[in-house]
């Protein structure tokens, strides 16, 4: 058992990250996993956990968090009709099975080596959210046939390799395919349920080493549930910002700071 002193910083640490995490959900509409998956590794970094396992442990209680603000968002935007419920059902499959390789994938691999893959990753997403135009289109509707069987599989399994929901990934590809940025983030949403129920099954029956305390599997209980409970305190103070200030700046300099994060990482991987 833990010592008093060892748990009241890693608690003090996660307070701090779910409150962070949430106004940003709440301001950029960025899922929290994005801001999790590394505030996780270094805080945990910082008291004192490593080995092989921790970013694994990173990845899963990410992708826990997700199952529940993803479910309670997808009620939400479900009460407004924003959900396209034809998508959910037809990318389902592949989504699925894409999150689950993602999961075989993660729990093969070193810390060190999962640290690179998700700096090279959010250097992507970054650079969209950085960068990217609403006005770019790859088609005027979402792929079918064998386009969505390469798509929905991809999306799930580069979403669990970065502990993340369908928003980084989903809302662009939606948007990028004629999608209403209302209904493509209302159904991202559900994509977050799809990839997290699945992953989070599959970390849970695995057997990491070396994990920060409280730990099953590879989820981390205490961090699961401070997050969730300062990121539904914490998102709708995110919201207000939203509304009270241009969103367009401010998502542009997050993809900028994720950008810095992603190569902090890519840094940290390859042991400089």
């Not at 002193?5 to 890693?10: A, C, E, I, K, Q």
């Not at 899922?31 to 990173?58: E, H, K, M, R």
């Not at 088609?139 to 064998?146: L, N, V």
């Not at 205490?222 to 305190?233: D, G, K, R, V, W």
Request: glycine share 12%.
């Amino acid at each position: 058992m833990p010592e008093l002193s060892d748990l009241l910083p890693m608690i003090a640490l996660l307070v701090v990250i779910g409150g962070f995490a949430g106004v940003l959900a709440g301001m950029l509409g960025v899922g929290g996993g994005i801001v999790l998956v590394p505030a996780f590794f270094y805080a945990f970094s910082a008291l004192g956990y490593g080995g092989d396992s921790l970013f694994q442990v990173c990845l899963a209680t990410s992708l826990a968090t997700i199952i529940v603000t993803s479910l309670r968002s997808v009620a939400s935007h479900n009460k407004k009709g924003a959900v396209d419920w034809d998508i959910l059902k037809t990318w389902l499959p592949g989504i699925v099975i894409g999150a689950i390789l993602g999961v075989m994938l993660a729990t093969s691999l070193r810390s060190s080596t999962l640290q690179g893959i998700f700096g090279i990753l959010a250097m992507i997403v970054g650079l969209y959210m950085a960068f990217g135009r609403s006005e770019w289109r790859l088609g005027e509707a979402m792929p079918t046939g064998i386009l969505r069987m390469i798509l929905s599989p991809a999306l799930g399994f580069l979403s669990v390799l970065m502990g993340i929901g369908g928003g980084s990934f989903g809302v662009p590809v939606m948007s990028l395919y004629n999608t209403p940025i209302h209904r493509a983030v209302a159904t991202a949403a559900g994509f977050g349920v799809i990839i997290a129920v699945p992953s989070v099954i599959g970390f849970l029956i695995s057997n990491p080493v070396e994990t920060p305390p409280f730990t099953l599997g590879a989820v981390n209980i205490p961090a699961f549930f401070l997050i969730i409970s300062m990121t539904l305190i914490t998102t709708p103070y995110g919201v207000k910002l939203a509304h009270a200030m241009d969103p367009k700046p401010l998502k542009r300099a997050f993809g900028i700071f994720l950008l810095l994060v992603a190569l902090n990482m890519l840094r940290k991987a390859m042991g400089w």
